[in-house]
């Protein structure tokens, strides 16, 4: 739906009505008379923001701490000189909430912290603008920012505030949505807009409702980027839910109008540097502002490498302005393809799970036109191959490969790319030789010629190769499969190990290339004889859609050991496992056991939106499963014969609705061995 502009007697209308609703809080605000229906604009005509915004912003490493002032701004936008980043593209240094006073002046302007900002904003914009950078600020749709000491916000002041952003020299602004006083959505973040128009300054114009009004059906034209989402934190679960959010909204963004699932972690410690490649890699195929939400001050090499890693946020400014788009989803591994400006395709190969898969798609399938072969450019490696059409890896845990795919003529000038992995089941027993199969496959049009290869362990691991390690040469399509006898030492605690795999080759014009991928081997438990319940034994792994699995409790919310007693309408169990849609947990059984028995249902403890079905795989066979069960139903008996399987698995899936509510148990699940 699209608003529409007339503009002054509008401004009056709007003036008016915030000014009463003011006064009469908790009422519902009445729609604004609307002119005559005219054709709107799809997007703010203003020439800004014509790529995703690129900056900095205080909030994620300092919220309203007392590190938050002039000397830390003037600190990042030093360092955004110093360190490169301004020519890395970002631009914006920007104020969050907590800048001001808690009350305005007799004149009703707003009064910068003598504390944080002893000189003022005029004068850390001025510091700013000396060094070629912007400055942005923050403040709220609401009677005060989201603070608890409660900061003024614009609600009723939007032209007066606007002005005096202007007037400091201010360059974008986030408007946030706290304290709204339930007035319209679209009527506060509009009348800002025409606020900050009204002062002839080019402003970037930032609309923080969360996504609860869903913007990116209505702010096309009232702001240059929305959040999509709720607040990130520095933590994967966090960053993995925004990106589900923001990921179906790619038919949404463009040139001066983007999607924001929100600021960047990236280096705030919460994440591995594997998860914060990941998260900076997949804003970047969303086509998100990059934020950077760490302190710079203190910020190690390895997050400066990410931040500034080039081919990467090139991907992001692409000017063609496409959000990537999602080719598969499956078993947690996502492809997602991003058409670029010169035609290429950026792709990434996502793993959402925690172990190493293989992920794979085809230069067809992600949009690019036939050709002999392509050039595929991996953007974390900075290395050039050819591909006769395949784009696969096996990416590590939580991972994601970003490649760069073109159907260029100069194809021929670089490597063969070679796909290296595991086939098979990389599990073994502490103390027992287990036989691992590696396979090194030529993806490029061109052979890899002078094929060699080397698997390594953690320290103390024995692992000797049992079949050739070498090939004269491997044609496309071709693989060296090469056997491997791998011993963890005895006493080795059952987990996830790393193993790395390592090829080198030749490229038909003689030039060398090496590859290497990081592997998990997992170090099980034989089952123990007889019945045992499912939630007293070790898993092999463990996925679920919110929070972690929970041991003979229910789901509960997203927080380690926060369920309750499994119920099932009214009936309580005292074991199994309480999970939430989509999960899947997997249990060794080692070719031991014979069956699986469990009452499945909905738990009692949220509402009645929950549906699910329930799943159990022997190997890769689904050899039980129920239809949609509600929240309305009892526990359903569920029993699978799961004679001669070496993996069992006991997935939930969200009954085909989403997973609202899909809190799942597998009450008093046991394995008989
Ligand atoms: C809201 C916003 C955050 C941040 C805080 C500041 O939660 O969504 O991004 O600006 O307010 O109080």
């Known amino acids: 739906m699209r608003h529409l502009h007339t503009r002054s007697p509008r401004r009056r209308i709007v003036g008016l009505l915030t000014a009463s609703l003011l006064c009469t809080a908790g009422l519902a605000a009445p729609a604004v008379a609307a002119p005559a229906a005219q054709p709107a604009a799809p997007a703010l005509d203003d020439g800004l923001a014509l790529t995703p915004p690129m900056g900095f912003n205080n909030w994620n490493s300092t919220n309203c701490r007392a590190e938050f002032n002039e000397s830390m701004v003037k600190g990042i936008a030093d360092l955004f000189v110093e360190k490169g980043l301004q020519d890395a593209g970002y631009q914006y240094v920007n104020l969050d909430d ?115 009004n869903k913007p990116w059906q209505w702010a096309a034209d009232v702001g240059h980027l929305w959040r999509t989402t709720g607040d990130i934190s520095d933590n994967w679960g966090s960053m993995l839910g925004i990106l589900k959010q923001n990921l179906p909204l790619a038919e949404y963004a463009g040139p001066g109008h983007w999607n924001d699932p929100d600021m960047l972690e990236v280096g705030n410690g919460g994440m591995t540097d594997t998860e914060y490649r990941t998260h900076f890699s997949m804003w970047s195929v969303m086509a998100a502002p990059l934020l950077i939400g760490s302190d710079l001050r203190t910020a190690s090499q390895e997050t400066f490498d990410i931040l500034d890693n080039k081919e990467v946020i090139a991907v992001d400014q692409d000017p063609l302005g496409k959000q990537g788009a999602v080719v598969s989803s499956a078993g947690g591994r996502w492809v997602v393809s991003k058409e670029m400006k010169d035609g290429s395709r950026a792709v990434a190969l996502f793993n959402e799970s925690g172990t190493a898969q293989r992920i794979a798609t085809t230069a067809a399938a992600v949009g690019l036109p036939q050709a002999s072969a392509y050039t595929l450019r991996d953007l974390w490696q900075h290395k050039s191959y050819n591909t006769a059409g395949t784009i696969s890896a096996t990416v590590p845990a939580h991972g994601t490969v970003l490649v760069r795919v073109a159907a260029d003529r100069r194809w021929a000038t670089h490597p063969p790319a070679v796909e290296l992995g595991l086939s098979g089941s990389p599990l073994l027993q502490a103390g027992k030789a287990a036989t691992l199969t590696s396979a090194v ?21 024995k692992v000797r190769a049992t079949s050739p390690t070498a090939s004269a040469g491997l044609p496309t399509g071709r693989s060296l499969r090469t056997k491997w006898s791998v011993t963890a030492p005895a006493g080795t605690p059952p987990g996830s190990y790393d193993l790395t795999l390592r090829a080198s080759y030749r490229s038909p014009t003689g030039a060398r290339a090496d590859s290497s991928v990081p592997l998990t081997a997992l170090v099980v438990v034989p089952p123990p004889s007889g019945t045992s319940g499912l939630g007293d034994l070790t898993w092999m792994s463990a996925t679920n859609g919110y929070g972690p699995v929970e041991r003979n409790t229910s789901n509960g919310e997203s927080a380690a050991g926060d369920g309750h007693p499994i119920t099932i309408g009214g009936v309580v169990y005292d074991k199994g496992l309480g999970v939430h849609a989509e999960s899947a947990v997997e249990f060794y059984a080692g070719k031991a056991c014979e069956k699986v028995t469990a009452d499945v249902g909905v738990d009692d403890e949220k509402g009645a939106n929950g549906t699910v079905a329930f799943e159990i795989w022997a190997d890769g066979t689904k050899v039980a499963s129920t239809g949609v069960l509600t929240n309305a139903m009892p526990a359903q008996p569920l029993t699978a014969d799961v004679t001669g399987a070496e993996v069992i698995r006991l997935v939930v899936t969200d009954g085909g609705d989403g997973i609202d509510s899909d809190h799942a148990d597998w009450a008093g699940a046991q394995l008989t061995c």
């Not at 505030?161 to 360059?171: K, T, Y």
Request: hydrophobic content about 30%; proline content about 6%; some cysteine.
């Open 441 to 461: 496959t030529d993806l490029g049009r061109t052979p890899a010629k002078h094929v060699s290869v080397r698997l390594t362990g953690p320290e103390g691991w």
């Open 98 to 212: 907590c800048w001001a006073l808690p009350e305005r002046d007799a004149d009703g302007k707003l009064v910068p912290d003598p504390v944080r900002f002893p000189h003022g904003i005029k004068a850390v914009a001025d510091y700013v603008h000396s060094k070629g950078l912007k400055l942005g600020i923050y403040t709220s749709a609401g009677t005060k920012t989201c603070n608890s000491a409660g900061f003024p916000g614009a609600l009723g002041h939007e032209y007066s505030d606007a002005q005096q952003f202007a007037d400091w020299g201010v360059d974008y602004l986030k408007y946030d949505n706290c304290n709204n006083q339930g007035v319209d959505a679209k009527l506060r973040y509009t009348t800002m807009r025409d606020a900050l128009k009204a002062t002839g300054r080019p402003i970037v114009y930032s609309i923080c409702e969360w996504g609860e």
